[in-house]
């Protein structure tokens, strides 16, 4: 006899969220490309976008993984599978500042840019999820 298994998505509210950020943050990264080529620093904003593309893969991962956590049917414990979905988060967020350090170190000065795009992108997902919370709250 087969169990059923719920099936877990993303609420829409938190997708439309998602995608607002990932527009605004290619708007930001081609406006600030844009700014710094006619300024003479081509290489800063690209680094600077290659940042906010390693911030948006790496929201879109954690957000797949949380989904993959919320609908799975583990044989272990609720404990181990809490571990496994942590490691998994701190695992990519390993590699993503370890990339992110090697281009800074390897692309000096240029580089650090890249720790630019990463701030920007993680502070529009910040305000994004925040802000429709605080309206909410306000009701």
Known sequence: MSSLQPVVRIPAH????FRRTIVIAVAVGVV???ALVLTGHALLGLFGCL?????????LL???SAVSYGSSESDGSEGS?????TMSIAGRLLITTLVAVLIGIFFAPNGVAVFGGLMIFQMLLLGGTALPMMREMRR
């Open 32 to 34: 600030g490309l844009v």
């Open 14 to 17: 938190l997708k439309a969220n």
């Open 81 to 85: 599978r809490k571990k496994l979905l």
């Open 62 to 64: 954690v957000q797949r």
């Open 51 to 59: 940042g906010i593309l390693m911030g948006s893969v790496n929201a």
